[in-house]
């Protein structure tokens, strides 16, 4: 469900094949630009709702602990938050 929203919001060929595990980080594997962190957030209160705050769950991090994000962490998010 995650790894597709993300394949659909960077929309590049190459990220159709690639793998998409717990462990993908989204600045080093996926090259996951701003906007498209924006465009993933928008899907994932989309799909669960105004309660999964994805922009509050970002605020409080530093910008290293953006770039350092793996799916894993936001897997963890959304299942704390549900």
Do not use: K
Not at 19 to 36: H, K, N, R
Not at 59 to 64: A, I, K, Q
Not at 68 to 74: N, Q, S, T
Request: zero cysteines; proline letters at 1%; charged letters at 35%.
């Amino acid at each position: 469900m995650i790894a597709g929203m993300i394949r659909e919001v960077i929309d590049e060929d190459w990220v159709g094949d690639a793998p998409i595990g717990m462990e993908t980080s989204f600045e080093t594997d996926l090259e996951l630009e701003s906007i498209e962190l924006i465009a993933l957030g928008e899907r994932l209160r989309d799909r669960y709702g105004e309660e999964l705050d994805f922009a509050g769950w970002l605020s409080v991090m530093e910008l290293d602990e953006i770039i350092a994000l793996r799916v894993g962490d936001l897997v963890n998010f959304v299942e704390t938050a549900r």
